[in-house]
DNA sequence: GTACGATTCAAACGATCGTTTGAACTCGAG
DNA sequence: CTCGAGTTCAAACGATCGTTTGAATCGTAC
């Protein structure tokens, strides 16, 4: 058992994570070759099979191996919150500043390795692959629950069903930022850069942003389906 | 010049071109093969190379074939918006009911093609690779200036940087439900599909929310830098 | 030193990828 | 009919993929 190792040289195993974090990134899964990641890497390209048992598996423990602690976190954040509220209410702006404090404090993580992951994690939820969707909800869901919780106990006037939307809607905004895809800043060349990478100013303007949609008037009718006339002529 | 066809039975192109909308949705545009394509559309293999050139002139196609006209539709709903309003300030809503409406009217296009593209187009603002990322910007330039105009002029409070951010947000969130990548709704197993599905719905649930993001209140010091004391010691 | 489990290595495996080839087929014009 | 441009077809191309193999190497216990 070695122990003294992974603080001036990560062994074979992290040297494999942190490069496949990085490329994953900047390529997506299908189009980031095994050959790639060991190059980067500084290792054999049997490794990755030796280690890991196959490409799946390491993507599986790519995220696993941030999204672990990253969520743990997140829950006990919303414990601590909840401990000082002593059952009342909590703010919606405190519950989500809970969630997405966390995601900065891993950005800002030594050496920046954080935010790749990040921009990673945003990328993850909008992949079609089969890779990500079998491990992604078994990560989630106690948070997503825990979280839903919470801010239907601050909301108590917005209908479950709204608020699952409304959560869908914020997990949305999330990762679209998160993931860093820029195609509105391509699209309109406006500089946005050096906010965009520091994780607190995102916070900053997307924390405003998810309270206010979040606690938006309900819509019209929540409960009609097209059961009467189908539309009533806009033109 | 054959005139009569495209109406009972599509030519080869556009049998490609839909089978490879279905399967870039449904897989992503790394994990489709030509093989898989030119298999749904029951034609040759060589028939892409011949028809497109290349696997990326097919992507560029796909895309273009539908983006063009809901862009110009886009275009035209906010032209007439603006001519009835004579140079008063829209409503945050209008507008941005009017740029939601046209993807509503392209996913009720004929045989639900049009809803395949557009969970198609949001799953391809999050791709990492190059093929998207070349002409997504030049199809949304246009659309993005003119309503990001109008929804200046309609929220005179709002400072311009701080209304790309929110841009962004809403981009996301759009991009994420169009997508349909229902991470959230595997982790919590709600059961939004039967709403998820219907076009209508969603934008009568998105409209407010983004609404609500747009005109909330600004983030508190919009200015400042990390030029002071960095954080409050939290603990 | 020797022996042995853990790890690394070069090399190759079969499969699949996007693309190309050249012949066969279609069909209206002459 | 013949012709030829447009299109479709089976087959193969070279490249790259994830994975496997078996020997070489390392580090440690005896």
Same mark, same amino acid.
């Given at each position: 058992?070695?122990? &003294? ?16 974090? !990085? ?9 980031? $070759? ?13 490794? !990755? ?14 995220? +696993? ?18 401990? $000082?509220?002593?059952?009342? #209410? ?19 993580? #030594? ?17 079609? +692959?089969?890779? /990500? ?10 948070? /997503? ?24 809607? &914020? ?19 406006? #500089? ?29 009718? $929540?409960? !009609? ?11």
């Amino acid at each position: 058992m070695n122990r &003294i190792d992974t603080q001036l040289a990560p062994d074979t195993k992290e040297r494999i994570l942190d490069a496949a974090e !990085v490329l994953f990134m900047e390529q997506g899964f299908e189009a980031t $070759s095994l050959r790639m990641i060991t190059a980067r890497a500084g290792v054999n390209l049997a490794a !990755v099979n030796y280690h890991f048992g196959s490409k799946e598996d390491l993507i599986k423990t790519v995220f +696993s191996r941030r999204l672990g602690p990253l969520n743990a976190e997140r829950l006990a954040m919303l414990d601590r919150l909840e401990a $000082s509220a002593r059952g009342r #209410p909590l703010d919606p702006t405190q519950i989500l500043e809970a969630f997405l404090s966390a995601g900065v404090r891993l950005a800002r993580d #030594p050496a920046r390795r954080g935010g790749a992951f990040l921009r990673l994690l945003g990328r993850a939820f909008a992949e079609p +692959s089969g890779y /990500v969707r079998e491990f992604m909800p078994d990560q989630y869901e106690a948070v /997503v629950a825990r979280y839903k919780a919470a801010l239907a106990k601050a909301l108590p006037h917005v209908p479950d069903r709204e608020l699952v939307w409304r959560l869908h809607f &914020i997990f949305g905004a999330i990762a679209y930022t998160l993931g860093g895809t820029d195609v509105l800043k391509l699209a309109c060349r406006y #500089p946005l850069e050096d906010e965009a990478n520091n994780p607190e100013a995102v916070v900053r303007h997307l924390l405003p942003f998810l309270v206010g949609g979040l606690t938006a008037p309900l819509p019209d009718a $929540s409960g !009609v389906r097209k059961s009467r006339s189908a539309r009533s002529k806009q033109g």
